[in-house]
């Protein structure tokens, strides 16, 4: 930035000024946050809010914001990876009367190719340039049918470093012998029906593994990032009927005084302290 008085004097201050690009200053998924889909069936609509002073506080949605709905492979993340994801332009949710000072918008996707997959909002202000992504991730399955062998789901889709994690694998054209594999670990696989296999996990070190379903006659089929293996699961504190929170801790996936010593050693075991 440079100042010139009328005498020809001057100044300069190098980077005294920044450009800014504009952006919101904040924006999170809505609702709902996961959903299940038949291949091309559209989704119900999905909704995310965002703020930004002077623009949003009004009714209805302020101008010069375009938000878009997108989807992309299951565990991969749409900042870091936007060329996996495909967008939709989403509308702005003009009735919303919980909004207060944000806008809300909404959209809808279809997906025909079965499989999970991860969705979420992006927001920009420079005509589609720079996108803040909002807080939240959802996933959809989307069930394909027909006689084509897929993963739908894995029940669920995290547990223990330890192992020991009763999981099933939901899906279609499942065989009688078929057997699911953990990051290549081949486990001990009970058929229970033609799109349900279920298994127990084996102790492995933490984070996101490909599930891989294999045929006796040697198909297969595979979702990246499927299962993650976590040092400690989150608690399901939901109420049953009568009010209760019972911590179950036969899946594992739920926390317990047992399971926590074992994770520190099996921490300790693995170097990562
Ligand atoms: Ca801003
Ligand atoms: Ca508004």
């Not at 997959?117 to 996108?131: C, G, I």
């Not at 400690?232 to 939901?238: E, K, V």
Request: aromatic share 10%.
């Amino acid at each position: 930035m440079r100042v010139v008085n009328s005498d020809a004097q001057e100044d300069t201050l190098e980077n005294g000024y920044t450009y800014e690009v504009p952006q919101v200053d904040w924006a999170a998924l809505q609702w709902p946050l996961s959903m299940t889909l038949d291949a091309d069936e559209t989704s119900p609509l999905v909704f995310a809010q965002v703020y930004e002073p002077l623009v949003t506080e009004a009714a209805g949605c302020g101008p010069g914001i375009t938000a878009q709905l997108g989807y992309g492979p299951q565990g991969t993340s749409p900042a870091d990876d936007p060329g996996a994801w495909f967008w939709v332009d989403a509308d702005c949710n003009s009735d919303c009367g919980t909004c207060g000072n944000n806008d809300e918008y909404q959209a809808t996707f279809a997906i025909s190719l079965a499989g999970q997959y991860s969705y979420a909002y992006r927001f920009s202000m420079d005509t589609e340039t720079t996108w803040v992504y909002a807080e939240g991730i959802g996933t959809v399955t989307v069930r394909g049918g027909g006689s084509d062998l897929e993963i739908w789901e894995i029940q669920p889709a995290f547990g223990s470093v330890l192992g020991n994690t009763a999981i099933t694998v939901k899906g279609n054209a499942f065989v009688d012998g078929a057997v699911i594999a953990l990051d290549s670990e081949v486990l001990a696989t009970t058929f229970v029906d033609e799109n349900t296999l279920s298994a127990v996990s084996l102790s492995h070190v933490g984070g996101k593994v490909e599930v891989k379903v294999t045929n006796p006659d040697e198909e297969f089929v595979s979702l990246p990032n499927g299962y993650q293996y976590l040092l400690r699961g989150t608690p399901n504190l939901d109420r049953t009927d009568e009010g209760k929170i019972e911590i179950e801790t036969t899946s594992q996936t739920d926390w317990s005084d047992l399971f926590l010593a074992g994770e520190n050693s099996q921490a300790a075991t693995a170097g990562a302290w």
